[in-house]
């Protein structure tokens, strides 16, 4: 009769066991699923900060390496044990996920700025609005593609950079890039020397702000077409299509830089003439 006391007991105590170990191991899988989703989430975020608090806390969460096979195996200390890391586990990961979601808003989700009227910050909102389905619509010559401009501060610290993007892309680095076709390879070396040329007139244009710096209508035209290019720049993240949209205002910039050049070329073969006459009069 003890016997089969005994042997009821110990059955009674392997099916605890068997349970015990069914439930760890469906924690343990929940838990290594929101790892994992976690950590794909963590990867994307850290592609628009990497120098973010997000790597600490990456390596801060612990990896749940539970040998399940084994929790039938174990005693019931042991069990509780790994009930009490799984539970740690997760408060882990909770707290994680809380860092995750409020830095997912602060980059995905626009931030609204108080003291900026409605109609500026509706413009602004738009812009962020299509600049993303850009980025989404993907291709070859995608530029900044996880800088999210998603307030008017953010526009405002992007300025510089959208300043060199609007005047200097295709940057040399595109100019030999393998592209998706022959044709492409060529196009680009052939964008590449258009492309020196037009940093030569830019560098004119710049040295001609000095010397037109009291002139109203020059002002005017440069404001404008500047306006214009930094506003595609700021809408258009692909190299590509924002070379075909700032063509016009991008053209009107580069002309006064060349006909700037062009006019210092005459005025310098203006003075060699001048000083060879003088010379050879003498």
Same mark, same amino acid.
């Not at 996880?146 to 200097?168: K, M």
């Given at each position: 009769?003890?016997?089969?006391?005994?042997? *009821?007991?110990?059955?009674?105590?392997?099916?605890?066991?068997?349970?015990?170990?069914?439930?760890?191991?469906?924690?343990?899988?929940?838990?290594?699923?929101?790892? @994992?989703? !976690?950590?794909?989430? $963590?990867?994307?975020?850290?592609?628009?900060?990497?120098? /973010?608090?997000?790597?600490?806390? *990456?390596?801060?969460?612990?990896?749940?390496?539970?040998?399940?096979?084994?929790?039938?195996?174990?005693?019931?200390?042991?069990?509780?044990?790994?009930? $009490?890391?799984?539970? $740690?586990?997760?408060?882990?990961?909770?707290?994680? !996920?809380?860092?995750?979601?409020?830095?997912?808003?602060?980059?995905?989700?626009?931030?609204?700025?108080?003291?900026?009227?409605?109609? @500026?910050?509706?413009?602004?909102?738009?812009?962020?609005?299509?600049?993303?389905?850009?980025?989404?619509?993907?291709?070859?010559?995608?530029?900044?593609?996880?800088? /999210?401009?998603?307030?008017?501060?953010?526009?405002?610290?992007?300025?510089?950079?959208?300043?060199?993007?609007?005047?200097? /892309?295709?940057?040399?680095?595109?100019?030999?890039?393998?592209?998706?076709?022959?044709?492409?390879?060529?196009? *680009?070396?052939?964008?590449?020397?258009?492309?020196?040329?037009?940093?030569?007139?830019?560098?004119?244009? @710049?040295?001609?702000?000095?010397?037109?710096?009291?002139? @109203?209508?020059?002002?005017?035209?440069?404001?404008?077409?500047?306006?214009?290019?930094?506003?595609?720049?700021?809408?258009?993240?692909?190299?590509?299509?924002?070379?075909?949209?700032?063509?016009?205002?991008?053209?009107?910039?580069?002309?006064?830089?060349?006909?700037?050049?062009? !006019?210092?070329?005459?005025?310098?073969?203006? *003075?060699?003439?001048?000083?060879?006459?003088?010379?050879?009069?003498?």
């Amino acid at each position: 009769t003890k016997a089969a006391d005994t042997i *009821k007991v110990a059955a009674k105590t392997m099916v605890t066991l068997r349970s015990i170990s069914a439930k760890l191991k469906k924690i343990h899988n929940d838990l290594t699923r929101r790892q @994992i989703a !976690q950590d794909a989430m $963590q990867n994307k975020l850290l592609q628009y900060t990497p120098g /973010s608090n997000l790597v600490a806390m *990456k390596n801060e969460v612990k990896k749940m390496e539970v040998p399940e096979e084994n929790n039938e195996r174990l005693s019931w200390a042991d069990l509780e044990k790994r009930l $009490q890391a799984l539970f $740690q586990c997760e408060k882990e990961l909770e707290k994680s !996920q809380i860092v995750l979601e409020q830095t997912s808003k602060s980059i995905f989700e626009w931030a609204r700025t108080p003291y900026l009227p409605d109609f @500026i910050e509706n413009k602004l909102y738009g812009v962020w609005g299509y600049r993303g389905g850009a980025v989404r619509t993907g291709g070859n010559t995608v530029i900044d593609r996880y800088i /999210s401009l998603n307030s008017a501060g953010a526009f405002i610290r992007y300025f510089p950079r959208a300043l060199q993007v609007g005047f200097l /892309s295709p940057f040399p680095s595109e100019w030999f890039r393998t592209g998706s076709t022959p044709a492409t390879n060529i196009g *680009k070396k052939i964008m590449g020397g258009i492309m020196i040329l037009f940093y030569i007139c830019l560098a004119f244009f @710049i040295r001609g702000i000095w010397e037109y710096r009291k002139n @109203i209508e020059f002002w005017i035209i440069t404001f404008h077409s500047t306006f214009g290019l930094i506003v595609f720049t700021y809408v258009y993240p692909n190299v590509g299509t924002l070379s075909r949209m700032r063509y016009g205002f991008y053209m009107v910039i580069m002309g006064i830089g060349f006909a700037f050049a062009i !006019q210092k070329l005459i005025e310098s073969r203006q *003075k060699i003439v001048l000083i060879s006459k003088n010379s050879s009069k003498r």
